[in-house]
Nanobody, 114 residues
Framework: QAQVTESGGGLVQTGGSLRLSCVAS????????MLWYRQAPGKEREWVGT????????NYADSVKGRFTMSRDNGKNSFDLQMNNLKPEDTAVYFC???????WGQGTQVTVSS
């Protein structure tokens, strides 16, 4: 069964950093575009970024551009989100998503204190 599992969330102060990880299983990870989303309390789920299947192309939401960086290791079926210079408005549950097949993780909580 295809699945993706996030980890690495936590509590951090404004200006701090966190690295989220997403591990995939049950499908050919190297064939799938991967994405990060986030959902803040009371708000709709928001797209954060997309990375191509071989990691050569990445796009980011304007709200995180220049602060967040995605990377993937197809040999380890892993997909990371490095978050720097975190702000309180980055507080959300962060979700990993594979496109092929379309599968979502359960999410990991990121809380940024002011």
């Amino acid at each position: 069964q295809a699945q993706v599992t996030e980890s690495g969330g936590g509590l951090v102060q404004t200006g701090g950093s966190l690295r989220l990880s997403c591990v995939a299983s049950g499908f050919t990870f190297s064939n799938s575009v991967m994405l990060w989303y986030r959902q803040a309390p009371g708000k709709e789920r928001e797209w954060v970024g997309t990375i191509g299947a071989d990691g050569d192309l990445a796009n980011y939401a304007d709200s995180v551009k220049g602060r967040f960086t995605m990377s993937r290791d197809n040999g380890k079926n892993s997909f990371d989100l490095q978050m720097n210079n975190l702000k309180p408005e980055d507080t959300a549950v962060y979700f990993c998503r594979a496109l092929s097949p379309d599968v979502w993780g359960q999410g990991t909580q990121v809380t940024v204190s002011s």
